[in-house]
């Protein structure tokens, strides 16, 4: 949310505005075509119009003549939960602004829902064990024409990315020896088929458990 005197008159909605209102009470001016062309630029909402107020509750300046009166101050947003915006009159503070108020309806349930699918995914790193062991599982991609060794290149080195790239370990994790973690790698690589992979698996627990104690 922003709010602020940006000495403009915003005027009527012109064209193909979509992010201000169709309420004003005064022809735009040069300052106003600069916030309205912010406003649609950045995508939010000029409150002051997007609701019907009558003029005495709509200026927010009046001139040291008190002969001129401009709608001056604004408030911009994204408009999901602003429910009204209002100058209020009764409050006198000495100048020749009138405070401006949004009034602000927030769902409790909703603001966290909308935090939880902003939380940023998991950091992944490169496992240069597992991208070594990756790369020497690839299969080759010679004695093909040129675009399906271009298809089949893409293929094996988004597998091997994939294969390669973790979510990083926590500290348990990174407490396992070098040797430990390379064992760890190759089963991860050996098929359950395999007639090693019992005795690798076993392997790998003997060491896990030397280093627990």
Not at 175 to 201: A, G, V
Request: with cysteine; charged share 30%.
């Amino acid at each position: 949310m922003v709010i602020g005197d940006f000495n403009a008159r915003i005027g009527e909605r012109k064209g193909n505005e979509v992010f201000i209102g169709p309420h004003s009470m005064e022809n735009r001016n040069d300052s106003g075509e600069r916030l309205a062309t912010f406003c649609e630029v950045n995508r939010v909402f000029h409150m002051n119009s997007q609701f019907i107020k009558p003029t005495h509750r709509r200026w927010t300046y009046i001139s040291p003549d008190k002969q001129h009166r401009h709608e001056l101050d604004h408030i911009l947003a994204n408009g999901k939960y602003i429910t009204d915006v209002s100058v209020v009159p009764s409050f006198t503070n000495g100048s020749d602004h009138r405070m401006l108020r949004a009034n602000v309806h927030i769902n409790a349930k909703q603001a966290k829902f909308e935090q939880v699918k902003r939380r940023k995914p998991p950091r992944r790193v490169l496992d240069p064990t597992a991208a070594l062991l990756a790369t020497e599982n690839l299969d080759s991609c010679e004695d093909q024409d040129i675009d399906k060794e271009y298809d089949t290149l893409v293929h094996v080195l988004k597998k091997a990315q994939d294969a390669a790239v973790t979510i990083p370990t926590n500290h348990s994790r990174n407490r396992l020896k070098d040797s430990t973690r390379l064992l760890l790698s190759k089963r991860r690589f050996t098929d359950r088929s395999d007639p090693n992979f019992k005795t690798l698996s076993k392997e790998c627990r003997q060491a896990q458990t030397r280093e627990r104690v």
